[in-house]
């Protein structure tokens, strides 16, 4: 049986009985085809909430770096997840990047070029889709590498980003807590990388549902390392927790590796030493640590704007 | 006992008489649309033999007139892939923009090729493949109708609840006119066409010459395929939204048994023995229906599949030599 029988058919049943019949109420069938396209989003997000939920929890509550009398700042990271892989944004951006692929894609073939695959350039992987997921990867987190690491170069770019890092209470809910400007952003970026190698946004998706858990898992609150060894091969909660210190925020941080921490040792931002070092950002305003979802949202834009405008200190490690 | 349905369990045990006497076997080619990849089943044990792998997202297939290609539409790998129909190797990618829905007309002149998502008709020369003429035609071009003589075809445009007639002749569109919410799957009927609303709750009967509505015939929520059976006895229609497959009198267009289909029914190809197999979209499966009984059996395929051709002669010994 295919391993990932279980959530399409979840996905089917998802779109047969209740999107297909609210389309169809609302007088928007034109959107099923699409719509199906967010069932699976939406599944696998739900599969990898609940997977990533059934691992770290039980590791924060056997192993935590810290303990909080108040959680409370990290319930609104809960519902950064909930609309970061169930919710609204998969489908947008679901939406948008099919569509746009498709119309520059068909320009090109239009043009007399061949759209870029990666199978295109590498005629051998067509058939192997375990390789050519492992290649995709590879290179999307080496792009993800410098996407991260310019977020922390430019002040206009990290006081958006720095909504990630003022978190002091990090647990693996921290993962999806961006702004919303910086996930645009983000995934700008990704689109151009993906259509630069012709990633098809649906093929890998049980593959997909490991490297989000990965990426969750690294921003554990629980201490946990993977040897001497496998920290160089995938990035650990220690490793990652030292690019959330208190130390490295802004602009001098370190270990900005998303899944491989190859990149950093490569150029040479990889720091191996640091043990569980407290996390936040000093330089963040307190509401983007322990307000509501809006109130760090619309903190976020004020920070912005103080950047834009000269009136925010440069956001170097404080 | 009326007089449509006598006639339907008529076509029903001939159809059932006729694969006593040769049993089906062949090959199925299913496109799964979300997975990258053709399923080809086995008619005889109903498994699936193999998996050939494409670039992108393979939705639907056209068959030269002459029965020596078929021509499988990657629409996002933007290739069209011409297999052989006999084993389904591969002989080459043809460079195509968006091929969604695509078909020739029935003289050969020319090839169809809807591009979904780009909203453009392309009209191909049916042995060169080369573009005659592009159509721009806002929104989603769906599915397409030849008129019998070759002289124009007809498109349905989703979005925009629309059906488009281009005439092959002075390469123009002659009309396009509201017909319906989401029209979907299109044929050319007894001189009128039919169009399945998938936005509504069945069909609608236009008039080719004009494009205007004469009839509307109720069907079931989400109305969005048709095909006519091979001895023309019988007009099946898939609503995605009602989950079922409805067996019509393509004379009167009254409906003479509904079946329940579920998983978001959509294209059919009919077996000698006289069942229909039939692509559920959401359900990573095909329904194997046998109409006489209403019995279905399903059978695994990949994700999201959705053309479906048949070839009762292929052999599954040639195919394993091929592919």
């Not at chain 2, 003429?133 to 445009?157: I, M, N, Q, W």
Request: hydrophobic share 45%; charged share 20%; net charge neutral.
């Amino acid at each position: 049986m295919s391993p990932t029988l279980p959530f399409d058919l979840a996905a089917g049943w998802l779109e047969e009985h209740v999107v297909l019949p609210a389309l169809y109420a609302v007088g928007l069938m034109n959107w099923e085809e699409v719509a199906f396209g967010w069932a699976l989003f939406a599944v696998y997000g739900a599969a990898q909430v609940v997977l990533t939920y059934a691992v770290c929890v039980p590791l924060e509550r056997w192993r935590p770096v810290e303990r909080w009398p108040d959680a409370r700042a990290v319930t609104v990271d809960i519902l950064y997840t909930l609309i970061s892989r169930v919710g609204l944004l998969p489908f947008i951006t679901y939406v948008m990047f099919y569509r746009f692929q498709v119309t520059l894609n068909g320009w090109l073939t239009d043009n007399g070029f061949v759209p870029p695959t990666l199978e295109g350039f590498f005629p051998f992987l067509l058939g192997r889709p375990a390789l050519t997921f492992l290649l995709y990867v590879v290179i999307l987190d080496f792009s993800e590498y410098w996407r991260h690491r310019l977020s922390h170069v430019f002040d206009w770019w990290y006081s958006l980003h720095s909504l990630h890092h003022a978190q002091r209470q990090m647990t693996f809910w921290s993962d999806d807590r961006n702004h919303l400007l910086d996930d645009i952003i983000g995934f700008v970026w990704f689109m151009g990388v993906a259509l630069l190698i012709g990633i098809p946004p649906l093929q890998f998706p049980l593959l997909v549902l490991l490297l989000r858990f990965i990426e969750s898992l690294s921003h554990a609150n629980a201490r946990l390392r993977f040897g001497r060894l496998g920290e160089r091969l995938v990035v650990s909660p220690r490793f990652h927790r030292a690019h959330h210190g208190l130390m490295a925020a802004g602009v001098a941080s370190v270990n900005f590796g998303g899944v491989l921490p190859w990149w950093d040792m490569l150029f040479r931002t990889a720091d191996f030493s640091h043990d569980y070092v407290p996390t936040g950002d000093p330089t963040a305003e307190e509401a983007l640590a322990t307000g509501s979802y809006a109130q760090q949202q619309w903190a976020g834009v004020r920070r912005l704007a103080r950047t834009l405008t000269g009136r925010e200190p440069h956001a170097s490690a404080s | 006992m009326s007089l449509s349905f006598r006639r339907f369990l008529a076509a029903v045990l001939l159809g059932t008489l006729a694969s006593a006497a040769a049993e089906a076997h062949g090959l199925v080619l299913v496109m799964n649309s979300a997975e990258a990849s053709l399923s080809v089943v086995d008619m005889d044990t109903h498994r699936e033999l193999s998996r050939i792998p494409v670039l992108r997202e393979p939705h639907h297939w056209a068959l030269s007139p002459d029965g020596r290609d078929l021509l499988v539409g990657d629409t996002v790998g933007n290739q069209l892939l011409d297999l052989d129909p006999a084993t389904f190797a591969l002989r080459r990618r043809v460079a195509v923009a968006d091929p969604y829905q695509l078909g020739f007309s029935p003289d050969g002149k020319f090839l169809t090729v809807n591009g979904n998502g780009r909203n453009q008709v392309d009209i191909y020369d049916g042995a060169t493949l080369g573009l005659v003429k592009r159509f721009p035609l806002r929104r989603t071009p769906s599915h397409l109708a030849y008129a019998p003589d070759s002289g124009r075809v007809f498109v349905t445009l989703q979005d925009s609840d629309q059906v488009a007639a281009i005439d092959l002749r002075t390469m123009t569109v002659l009309w396009d006119e509201k017909v319906g919410k989401v029209p979907a799957g299109i044929m050319w009927l007894n001189n009128r066409l039919i169009v399945a609303l998938m936005g509504e709750d069945g069909l609608a009967v236009l008039d080719p010459a004009s494009g205007q509505v004469e009839r509307r015939i109720r069907t079931g929520a989400g109305a969005h395929q048709l095909f006519l059976s091979p001895d023309r006895k019988i007009l099946w229609v898939n609503n995605r939204v009602a989950g079922t497959t409805v067996a019509l009198d393509p004379t009167s267009l009254q409906e003479i048994r509904a079946y329940r289909v579920s998983g978001g029914p959509d294209d059919i190809v009919f077996a000698p023995d006289g069942k229909l197999w039939i692509t559920q979209r959401f359900a990573r499966s095909l329904a194997i229906l046998d109409p006489a009984t209403g019995q279905i059996e399903t059978v695994a395929v990949g994700r999201q599949p959705h053309g479906i051709f048949m070839n009762p002669a292929a052999d599954a010994a040639t195919l394993s030599a091929s592919n």
